[in-house]
């Protein structure tokens, strides 16, 4: 299978180059195509010909995009219709990554697939219609992946930031009130890659099982590394003061997914002790875990 990944370097985008070994890979990073560019798009695809698109390239700073929506318009929006109109014209399959943001958060059960879509800020708003663009770009031939929390080797993540601030500080302050499934991104990638080989045409939910709070995400991360997870404590998304709303309950049903007969992915808590070892050793090694945070200092995340 040929296979083009834009967005190559970043955090799914580098899973999958790894996912697809054994197949005929173009990998895209930011440097060698900017999808923002309609020109570049078409004649990269084209040059490429690829059977299979997939598109992990994207500007994910959800508080970035608040305050630069231009840029989300220009890389989220504009970025996957130029990469879905040159996937059409090269008759390729298209792989849309896309994100749980696009709901408000108001459910207390799983969004379903085919749910309204009535994203908070800026970042949810360019996704929702990045999705648009994709599908009627590139119609019968595109696949929109949902997914949530997101974490890997490659990158900023929630993991990766949580063993740095266990390092440095005594007391962490993490959000409780918001819920969701986290996601390793080697899982996610390869199930597009088994996506990729079905080309099944639609919308698809795809996270770890199970569902959590940032806060008790974090706790999990402290324990399953050896910290005493009472260090973690609940704080609220109020208090947090960031410039972007969160939806309070963002967990994605995935029943599209397993009524196209693709396997679940394993459950969140397997899924982190599995990616820890490496991702703590990364981070370890350029932390001192003597560090000391300064009086009344007590860092926040969600």
């Not at 695809?45 to 231009?70: K, S």
């Not at 266990?166 to 007391?171: G, H, S, T």
Request: charged share 25%; proline share 6%; net charge neutral.
């Amino acid at each position: 299978m040929r296979v083009l990944v834009t967005g190559a370097a970043g955090q799914v985008g580098s899973d999958l180059v790894t996912a697809l070994t054994g197949h005929e890979v173009i990998a895209c990073a930011r440097a060698d195509l900017d999808v923002g560019d309609d020109d570049a798009c078409r004649r990269t695809i084209l040059a490429a010909r690829p059977e299979v698109v997939i598109h992990a390239a994207a500007y994910t700073d959800v508080d970035g995009c608040e305050l630069h929506p231009e840029r989300a318009w220009r890389d989220n929006v504009l970025g996957s219709r130029n990469v879905a109109r040159a996937a059409h014209e090269a008759g390729a399959f298209l792989i849309a990554i896309s994100s749980d943001y696009v709901f408000d958060g108001a459910a207390s059960e799983p969004y379903g697939e085919h749910a309204p879509v009535a994203p908070l800020g800026a970042y949810g708003r360019s996704k929702a219609a990045g999705e648009g663009m994709a599908l009627d770009a590139n119609p019968g031939a595109t696949a929109i992946v949902r997914s949530s929390w997101i974490y890997g080797r490659v990158g900023k993540n929630f993991v990766k930031t949580m063993l740095g601030l266990a390092a440095e500080r005594e007391v962490v302050e993490v959000v409780d009130d918001q819920t969701g499934s986290p996601t390793c991104s080697a899982d996610l990638a390869r199930a597009l890659v088994r996506l990729a080989s079905a080309r099944r045409a639609g919308i698809y939910h795809v996270t770890n099982a199970g569902s959590t709070t940032w806060f008790g995400f974090a706790r999990e991360i402290f324990a399953a590394v050896g910290y005493d997870p009472e260090r973690v404590r609940p704080t609220t998304t109020a208090a947090l003061g960031r410039p972007a709303p969160r939806p309070a309950y963002s967990v994605l049903g995935n029943r599209s997914w397993r009524l196209a007969g693709m396997p679940p992915l394993p459950h969140w808590r397997d899924a982190l002790r599995v990616a820890l070892p490496e991702m703590f050793a990364e981070v370890s090694g350029r932390r001192s875990p003597r560090a000391t945070r300064p009086a009344g200092d007590r860092p926040r995340a969600d």
